[in-house]
């Protein structure tokens, strides 16, 4: 029998409110394609173009999840100094809903930069979050040891459980401490992208909504993949298996919000973007489909070329108090 920790607390698997950051400076990474292999260098050179076109694929993701009553609180990056990678904020800072903020430790140094008090503030004073408690990890950078958020953490919020998936940004150790201090359990695993190398973030492969459980399985390790399926299945959800080729294409890197609607009342939103609709086979959107009460897909093209990555990391989730 898969254990779970001894009299889990109730919470919401979806939250009602996202923080985004409107760049001020977007383009290609250096720093992060090294661990990135989905981030692709642009065929020509032109940061102020790549920004224009960053923001307009921001707006869009805003506008689309406003009219899904999903609360956004928007703040402007500062254009200075420059932070290509501010567009995704779940990296740096996660809001839970007993009031803790965590501020994690990043891999890039030039990411280290967008890790800033004054945008947790403004976030909490416009979703009107009770910050009780910042849990700081962010020293670990000192000896290298990385956890980029909810890049890194997959979370069962209703079972106390943390998925992590090994890689230069997601340290066993930091995991570790995570868990013992947010009071979950974690379930650390290896996976391999189509060429071998660590697969740089979890959430790549990986989503869990409320009634689904979205798995790129054959990335896994063979000594790990039994295991964190029989995880996954003991919670009772849907498993939707993605391959390679959807991963690829961010399939793994959706996100199921919460909202309210006149008819159906609490209703729950899957959000991803446009590639990762496109990628899905039709069974498994259907499947998907059946497990939550919408889908919103938002093309975010030059966001998921130069960046490496989706719709999922541009939205870092508000847990309110019940």
């Known amino acids: 029998m898969t254990e779970f920790l001894s009299k889990p607390i109730p919470r919401a698997q979806c939250a009602d409110a996202v923080l985004m950051i409107r760049p001020a400076a977007f ?33 869009y ?14 703040i402007d990056d500062t254009p200075t100094p420059a932070k290509p990678d501010a567009v995704f904020p779940n990296n740096w800072v996660s809001f839970h809903a007993d009031g803790t903020v965590v501020l994690y430790p990043m891999h890039a140094a030039n990411r ?25 990890l962010s020293s670990h950078e000192l000896a ?11 979370l069962d919020h209703e079972n106390r459980v943390a998925y992590a998936a090994v890689s230069p940004r997601t340290h066993p150790a930091v995991v ?10 974690p379930v650390i695993f290896a996976a391999m992208d189509r060429g071998g190398a660590p697969i740089y973030h979890t959430n790549v492969l990986m989503c869990i ?17 039994s295991r964190v399926l029989e995880q996954l299945r003991a919670t009772g959800r849907e498993i939707v298996e993605i391959g390679h080729d959807e991963i690829e294409h961010f399939a793994g890197n959706m996100l199921e919000l ?36 919408g889908v919103v897909a938002v093309p975010v093209p030059t966001i998921e070329q130069l960046g490496g990555g989706s719709v999922r ?10």
């Not at 993701?61 to 928007?74: D, F, K």
Request: charged content about 25%; proline content about 4%; overall charge negative.
């Open 27 to 59: 383009d290609y990474n250096p720093e992060t394609a090294v661990t990135n292999s989905l981030q692709q260098l642009p065929p020509v050179a032109g940061a102020h173009a790549h920004n224009d076109l960053a923001r307009a694929e921001f707006q």
């Open 61 to 74: 993701l805003v506008n689309a999840l406003e009219s899904e009553g999903i609360t956004v609180c928007a």
């Open 112 to 136: 280290r930069l967008e890790r800033r008090r004054e945008v947790v503030d403004a976030a909490a004073e416009q979703s009107g979050f009770p910050i009780k408690r910042i849990l700081d």
């Open 144 to 154: 290298g040891e990385c956890l980029e958020g909810t890049g890194s953490l997959v």
């Open 176 to 185: 570790e401490e995570w868990c013992r201090e947010m009071e979950y359990r």
């Open 209 to 225: 909504g409320e009634r689904f459980a979205v798995i790129g399985s054959a990335a896994i390790a063979e000594g790990d993949r």
């Open 258 to 293: 919460a909202s309210w609607d006149e008819a159906l009342g609490d209703c729950r939103v899957l959000v991803m973007s446009a590639s990762a609709r496109q990628s899905l086979k039709p069974e498994a959107f259907v499947r998907l489909s059946a497990c939550t009460d």
């Open 313 to 322: 990391c541009m939205l870092a989730e508000i847990f309110l108090p019940a």
